[in-house]
Structures are given as structure tokens and as C-alpha cells.
């Protein structure tokens, strides 16, 4: 069982942070980048991209909140157990987990529902980059600050995957050890068998040695 819910914890961190990292299309335009290199070019993409986000299947929101939330719950399940590992591992990937959720729901969606579910988009394909509007001062901060916000995310989700890799190797420590003392215990037991055989063999040659004697002396 613990195989198991470590197996879902892993999985859906796992698929959260994919989703983090194809944001890394419109962030690694903005992120680390000197006011100089952000162009309105490099904005309105990372902006486009955005508001392309907010124009999707509802459907998928779900799925991914559903998602998050299996494995919230599932850290959460394995505290019960009230080992100290569990209490380790899974104390810290639950306050990692939660940061994330945190800064996701009350930074990133208030951020992309405000400034980008009705942004228009300024141009298409076709659309000569040359001619492209300013672009506008009050969503220079929020793009940038979506970008900071996934990154934070992308590390704290990486940090549950590291927390939940010491578990398994902790475990996994145990049980080695766990069989080594089996083993030990058994080659304990062989040798006190064995000594124990040897005191009947030589009680039985004893005896056998007196008998005779005996017969000796009465004949």
C-alpha cells in the first residue's frame, strides 16, 4: 500500500511540473532577461500565450485541479501511518505541495483571470511583427510576475520529488537491514543447533564408552 501511494504522489507531482514546464514557452522570454532584451515582441508573445491558456476547454481545468488534488490528498493519507519517515518525507512534500497549490491559486489564477481572460489578441500569424502596438505598462508586471510564479512552483514540486526519492531510499535502507538480521539470526540459530548436535554425538560416545567398560570389568 505504500507502494502504491507513493507511486500516485509521484505521478501527479509529475504531471503538474510538465505543466509548469510547457509554460516555459512564453516564461523563458521574460525570466532573468534585461529591460533591454524585453521587447514588446517578446512580451505580446508571452502575453498571446496567456490568453491563449484563458481561452481553453474549461474541461481541462478540471481535470487538472482534480489532479492536484488526488495527490494532496494522498500525502495527507500517508501521515496516518504516524512513522517517523512518513512524518519526514511526507511532512515536508505536504508543506511543498501546499506552497505550490498556494501560489497557484491565489497568485497565478487572480492574475491570469484579471489581466488576460479578455485580453484581444494583438496579432496572428500574418500579422508583420514590425507593426506590432506598444505594448501596454500595466501588463508588463503581471507577465512577469506569472513567469516568477510558475518558477516557484517548478521548484518546490521538484523539491517533493527529492523528498519522496530520501523516502524510498530510506525504506528501502530499512528493509536491507531488516534482512540482514534475518539472516544473522538464522546463522545464529544453525550454529547453536549445530553445537547442540555435537554435545549429543559425544553424550552418545560416552555412554557407548561406559558400557563398554563395564562389560569389561564384569567379564
Not at 512524518?87 to 506552497?99: C, E, H, K, N, R
Not at 502596438?133 to 512552483?153: D, G, Q, W
Amino acid at each position: 500500500m505504500a507502494g502504491l501511494r507513493m507511486s500516485v504522489v509521484v505521478s501527479a507531482t509529475a504531471f503538474l511540473l510538465g505543466l509548469l514546464f510547457t509554460h516555459w514557452i512564453a516564461d523563458s522570454l521574460t525570466l532573468w532577461k534585461s529591460p533591454e532584451t524585453q521587447t514588446d515582441l517578446r512580451l505580446w508573445t508571452a502575453a498571446t500565450y496567456y490568453a491563449i491558456l484563458m481561452h481553453g476547454p474549461p474541461q481541462l481545468v478540471y481535470l487538472y485541479a482534480g489532479i492536484a488534488l488526488l495527490g494532496a490528498i494522498t500525502i495527507l493519507w500517508s501521515l496516518r501511518d504516524g512513522r517517523a519517515g512518513n512524518l519526514m518525507f511526507d511532512g515536508g512534500s505536504i508543506f511543498l505541495y501546499l506552497t505550490a497549490l498556494a501560489v497557484y491559486l491565489y497568485s497565478v489564477i487572480p492574475n491570469l483571470s484579471a489581466n488576460f481572460a479578455t485580453l484581444p489578441l494583438p496579432f496572428s500569424s500574418a500579422t508583420d511583427t514590425a507593426h506590432l502596438p506598444p505594448f501596454p505598462p500595466t501588463l508588463r508586471e503581471p507577465t512577469l510576475e506569472l513567469a516568477s510564479c510558475h518558477l516557484v512552483c517548478s521548484v518546490v514540486l521538484t523539491g517533493v520529488l527529492a523528498l519522496q526519492a530520501g523516502r524510498w531510499w530510506a525504506e528501502q535502507a530499512d528493509v536491507d537491514e531488516d534482512d540482514g538480521d534475518g539472516e544473522e539470526d538464522y546463522e545464529r540459530d544453525g550454529d547453536e543447533t549445530g553445537v547442540e548436535t555435537d554435545k549429543t554425538a559425544e553424550e552418545a560416545n560416552g555412554e557407548v564408552r561406559r558400557r563398554e567398560t563395564a562389560k569389561a570389568k564384569a567379564s
